[in-house]
C-alpha cells in the first residue's frame, strides 16, 4: 500500500520548516506534495489553476475540495516513492476522498497556539522558487540577506501573511481543517502530536524518530 504521511497543523505550525530539518538529515527519498508550492507556482506562471486559486489564497480561504482533490489524488496513488504530504488533506472532503482511494496515512500534527502562528506570520519570508521557508529573525535566517540558502532564489514576504489574513486563515483551520482529525482517527488513522511552540530541538527530534520507524 502507498505511504503516506500528512503533516497536519494550524497554517505557520512550522511544518515546512520540520521537514525542510529532517530531510537534510536523511538518505531516504520522497516524493513531497505540498499543495500550497504548488499552487504559488501555478499563480506566478499565470497558469489557469493559479489564476482560479489566487482569489481564496489571497482571503485566507481554502480553494475548493473538486480543483485540489483533482490535482491531488492521482499522483499520490501514482507514486512510487514514500509520499510526505504538507497542507493535504484540509477539510473533510480531501480526506474522504484521500480514504476512499484507499490511502491509510500516518498523521504528524503539529501543535502551537494561536499567539506563535501570529508571530510567526509576521517574521516568515519563503523562496520564490523553491518554496523554502526562513525567518527574518535569527531562528532560520538566511546565510545571505535577502537570498534562498537551497537555490539561490529571492525570498519574498508571502501575501497571505498579513495579521488580518493570518487570523482568517486560523478561523478556517478550525472550522473546516481540526474536523479532519477526528474523522482520521474515527478510520483508525495513527495520530501523532508534536508540540512545536518552542524552538528547542525536541520537537525535530520527535518528528525524525516517527518519520524513521
Ligand atoms: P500553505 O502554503 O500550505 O500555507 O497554503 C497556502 C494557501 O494555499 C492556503 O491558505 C489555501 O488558500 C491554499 N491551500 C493549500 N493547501 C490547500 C488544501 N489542501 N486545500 C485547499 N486550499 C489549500
Redo the contacts with the bound molecule.
Keep these: 500500500m502507498q505511504s503516506v504521511t500528512v503533516l497536519f497543523g494550524k ?1 505557520g505550525a512550522g511544518k515546512g520548516t520540520r521537514l525542510s530539518e529532517f530531510l537534510e538529515t536523511t538518505d531516504k527519498e520522497f516524493k513531497i506534495l ?4 504548488l ?1 504559488r507556482q501555478a499563480r506566478s506562471e499565470r497558469t489557469e489553476l493559479g489564476k482560479k ?1 489566487a482569489t ?2 489571497d482571503a ?4 475548493p475540495d473538486d480543483i ?1 482533490n483533482e490535482i491531488v489524488i492521482d499522483g499520490i496513488c501514482e507514486s512510487s516513492e514514500p509520499i510526505i504530504s ?6 473533510i472532503g ?1 480526506a474522504q476522498a484521500m480514504l476512499e482511494a484507499g490511502i491509510k496515512p500516518t498523521v504528524v500534527d503539529f501543535y502551537v497556539d494561536d499567539d506563535v502562528v501570529l508571530e510567526r506570520a509576521q517574521n516568515r519570508i519563503v523562496c520564490e522558487n523553491c518554496g523554502e521557508p526562513y525567518t527574518t529573525n535569527e531562528f532560520k535566517h538566511p546565510k545571505v540577506d535577502g537570498i534562498c540558502d537551497k537555490c539561490g532564489g529571492h525570498l519574498c514576504k508571502r501575501s ?1 501573511d498579513s495579521p488580518e489574513v493570518t487570523k482568517n ?1 486560523l478561523d478556517v483551520y478550525k472550522r473546516e481543517t481540526l474536523p479532519v482529525l477526528n474523522l482520521f482517527k474515527e478510520n483508525h488513522v495513527n495520530v501523532y502530536t508534536i508540540n512545536n511552540d518552542n524552538k528547542s530541538e525536541d520537537a525535530k527530534i520527535q518528528f525524525a524518530k516517527l518519520m524513521v520507524e
Design positions: 497554517p505540498s499543495v500550497g508550492n499552487l486559486a481564496y489564497m485566507g480561504l481554502l480553494v485540489i504538507d497542507g493535504f488533506p484540509r477539510t480531501q497571505d486563515r
